[in-house]
């Protein structure tokens, strides 16, 4: 019984790993991330963070399923209120998360400007774990360069994350 059980759960845990690999680039359809105007572009980083960019230049960072996954429960995140308005360059620090398996600084993709945090995020990290390419956004930004050049497209990331 006891091994039965135990393949069972090994089953569940490969069915989900393979679950949130297999949606690990996709946003939530329902979020603002997604209904903020249509057709926004989805990029992503080699470190795990994505961007959506809407035709208005407004753009929504957080991290992927795979960077929620593989930080744990989030426990606490330091959102960049000081940063509002203020430019930002590719790489710069934009928030850090605090998780029971570890700590993480999340980068900017995009030069941009920061417009709003995700507020929800301060009472409930736990959003960063539930959904990360939806409500868990961390900044909304305007871009101010849109130079996505070094960014990956869903196919592109999608091959990255089954490599590493």
């Known amino acids: 019984m006891f091994a039965l059980t135990r393949n069972i759960r090994f089953t569940k845990q490969?069915?989900?790993s393979f679950k949130r690999?297999?949606?690990t680039f996709k946003l939530n359809p329902n979020s603002i991330?997604?209904?903020?105007?249509k057709s926004p572009i989805v990029k992503f980083t080699n470190e795990h963070e994505w961007i959506s960019i809407h035709p208005d230049g407004t753009g929504f960072i957080g991290i992927t399923n795979y960077a929620a996954d593989a930080l744990g429960d989030a426990t606490f995140i330091e959102l960049p209120t000081h940063q509002?308005?203020?430019?930002?360059k590719i790489g710069d620090?934009?928030?850090s998360i605090?998780?029971?398996k570890s700590a993480s600084d999340i980068y900017s993709p995009v030069e941009c400007k920061i417009i709003d945090v995700n507020q929800k995020l301060d009472d409930n990290p736990e959003l960063l774990n539930v959904d990360p390419m939806g409500d868990g956004w961390i900044v909304k930004v305007e871009v101010t360069n849109n130079d996505s050049s070094e960014l990956l497209d869903a196919d592109k990331y999608e091959e990255f994350v089954k490599e590493e």
């Open 21 to 23: 690999l297999q949606s």
């Open 98 to 100: 605090e998780s029971v």
């Open 14 to 16: 490969n069915f989900s």
């Open 33 to 37: 991330v997604s209904t903020y105007s």
């Open 84 to 88: 509002i308005g203020e430019d930002v």
């Open 93 to 95: 620090t934009i928030s």
